[in-house]
């Protein structure tokens, strides 16, 4: 049975599949796409959602010093992009990580590869769809007609958000002002989601909250898909000459209002800031693998497919390096946390015009996005029904449209109902868990093909580098950077040492009488620090404004419960739990770089990949196992039976 899970696809199979029309495309593609097409084509679909939202979110954690997260994500997704080129190069056809896994490892990989791209584009998608309704109604809120009396679109807050955002930010207002906070003094995220939680339509104790503006834009692009909606090269080159301008113009008037002060200190939070912005900054460069599908589409895939990811990843990263820079230059990086981050600092320095070019760009630029993936996800599919691994309604095609026409409803679905109850942070980790995890296999492949016997190559290699003694030294000297400059860090993380809580987390999870000793602390401190403690304590901003050794010395003192004011034990080791994943797969892989001569740049893929899914952390993990255990078992219950390959050694 083993044996059969890891069934493969050859090479000259594959190639005679897609010539008969079995491919994911099919025979009807013209070979139109050169390098200017695909890195259009790949700028395209990076430069959506990426740097329109969830810079902010990556920007609030690090501080101006997110820019070497970017430029470090590049570098790993440079590594990748060469692992993709030269499968796309051995195998010219679409599917992806899917089609490339199918030769590289056999069935079952390709299944798990298969499952997580759908991940990657299903939950990707989702991110896009609320990012594009929080521009939409900032758009909405911004429309003045003094002669109609319209002094902006107001849409109610519960109908902007998703259900668990309300919810969530509900209790941690009540927690917040419970120990002193006023409601005035509540962050705007807090406020919003507050609001929304109490005004929301109730059926009985149930609250009516949903994103219907993200639900929205869903329906109509899987409408015009499920048409035979799709976008042109043309299109898309125009396209991406609109966003770029729109870039640049934020870029030419942002540089103006930079303050550098903004930038001291540089990197507020340290590493671990920085580095907690992973899974938003990769997120932003999601859509340069988009370019491999269309390798059956190129003049020539094997010259110009790397090429075209490389120019798309080099001209992104420094779009999104000067943007960061503006961005918290212009304002306080802490401020930062927004849905739509440019049109933010817009409205902070009074610019509307400014925020409203943004906001409209931002809409459209992102509906394309939208279209791409969504599009790109119903392919995935056919492909993996072709295969025979999903059932054959997922490869029927519509006799009007000519579109994978049961696809593109499901996918609509699958993208359109979690869209109403789940958060932008939560689909931005799963959805780039997922992508690292295809990236991370991908490189793995280029390995294992890498020394095999008979394996018909193409015309574009990764340049070959030995690994053999570069990896291991790169591997001490991690491990002495750690001993010496990062001793203590080391230390803690080795023997699992207590890690105190900061101020939000402590605040709220006190009780009612824990916040009652927390505030006559506070208030004894003062006054033996010659201040007149107010009346209303606020306890979350009293914390926030000591200093780290000062913050530590209270909480030491403190009487309330040790377990609220530090994280020990299992608690905190299964946080750590995903960097011992890399950590003991770091030293498999440097074993074999010395036994194989593995190839380095692939090795090198592998790990900053696998290092990214590792700074996701465990929650993050446990719902990306969840969902390749669900995956499993459809593959058990139908594709294991019905796979082509089973069928065809079956009848043989």
């Avoid at 201040?531 to 209270?554: C, M, P, R, S, W």
Wanted: glycine content about 8%; hydrophobic content about 50%; some cysteine.
């Amino acid at each position: 049975m083993f044996q059969k899970l890891l069934r493969k696809k050859s090479i000259d199979k594959i190639l005679a599949d897609a010539e008969k029309g079995y491919g994911e495309h099919g025979t009807s593609l013209h070979k139109t796409l050169g390098v200017r097409d695909l890195t259009a084509f790949g700028i395209a679909a990076i430069i959506g959602a990426g740097i329109f939202s969830t810079i902010g979110k990556a920007s609030a954690d690090g501080g101006p010093a997110v820019i070497f997260l970017f430029i470090f994500t590049a570098i790993a997704c440079s590594f990748a992009a060469f692992a993709y080129a030269e499968f796309a190069s051995m195998v010219p056809v679409s599917g992806s990580a899917y089609t490339y896994s199918y030769v590289a490892f056999g069935e079952l990989v390709a299944w798990i590869i298969g499952w997580s791209l759908i991940m990657e584009y299903s939950i990707g998608n989702i991110t896009v769809a609320i990012s594009w309704s929080d521009y939409f109604t900032g758009l909405l809120s911004s429309i003045q007609i003094p002669a109609m009396g319209i002094n902006g679109i107001h849409v109610p807050d519960w109908a902007t958000m998703d259900y668990l955002s309300a919810y969530n930010g509900h209790k941690h207002a009540e927690a917040l002002v419970n120990a002193g906070k006023s409601f005035a003094n509540l962050d705007d995220a807090t406020r919003i989601a507050n609001n929304a939680w109490i005004t929301a339509p109730k059926i009985g104790g149930f609250h009516l909250v949903a994103d219907l503006p993200a639900l929205g834009i869903i329906i109509f692009i899987t409408w015009l898909i499920y048409r035979g909606m799709k976008e042109s090269r043309n299109a898309s080159n125009a396209m991406v000459i609109v966003k770029l301008a729109v870039i640049l113009l934020v870029l030419a008037v942002g540089i103006f209002y930079v303050d550098t002060s903004n930038w001291n200190p540089f990197a507020p939070n340290g590493v671990s800031g920085v580095l907690k912005g992973v899974s938003a900054v990769f997120f932003a460069y999601i859509g340069f693998d988009a370019i491999s599908t269309t390798a059956e589409e190129c003049k020539n895939p094997q010259r110009d497919l790397p090429r075209g990811m490389m120019w798309a990843i080099i001209i992104c990263t420094i779009l999104y390096v000067a943007i960061a820079l503006v961005l918290t230059g212009i304002v306080n990086y802490k401020l930062l946390a927004v849905g739509d981050p440019l049109a933010f600092v817009f409205d902070q320095i009074d610019l509307k015009l400014m925020s409203g070019i943004v906001a409209v760009s931002a809409v459209f630029a992102m509906a394309s996005v939208l279209l791409v993936f969504q599009m790109g996800q119903p392919r995935i599919w056919m492909s993996m029904s072709r295969d025979g691994l999903l059932p054959k309604s997922f490869s029927k095609i519509h006799p009007k449209y000519k579109t994978p026409s049961f696809s593109t409803i499901v996918v609509g679905f699958v993208v359109a109902v979690p869209s109403l109850f789940m958060n932008l942070t939560i689909v931005t980790d799963l959805c780039s868990i997922g992508t690292l995890f295809a990236f991370v296999l991908v490189c793995a492949g280029v390995l294992v093909l890498q020394n095999k016997p008979g394996v018909k190559r193409g015309k574009f290699k990764i340049p070959y580098i030995n690994s053999k003694y570069i990896i291991p030294l790169l591997f001490a000297g991690m491990i002495v950077t750690g001993f010496t400059l990062y001793e203590k860090q080391t230390k803690a993380f080795l023997f699992n040492s207590p890690a105190i809580n900061g101020p939000l987390k402590v605040v709220t999870s006190l009780n009612e009488i824990e916040r009652g000793i927390i505030k006559q602390e506070i208030a004894s401190a003062a006054k033996n620090a010659g201040i007149q403690a107010k009346d209303n304590i606020d306890a979350e901003a009293y914390l926030n404004q000591l200093t780290a050794q000062q913050y530590q010395d209270f909480i030491d003192n403190s009487a309330i419960h040790a377990s609220k004011k530090y994280e020990t034990g299992w608690e905190l080791f299964r946080h750590k739990i995903p960097m011992w994943i890399f950590l003991i797969i770091s030293i498999v892989v440097t074993y074999f770089c010395i036994t194989k001569n593995l190839s380095l740049i692939p090795v090198l893929g592998l790990l900053c990949c696998l290092y990214m899914m590792c700074e996701l952390g465990i929650s993050n993990w446990i719902g990306f196992g969840i969902w390749l255990i669900v995956g499993l078992f459809v593959y058990f219950l139908y594709g294991y039976k019905h796979s082509k390959l089973n069928v065809e050694n079956t009848h043989k």
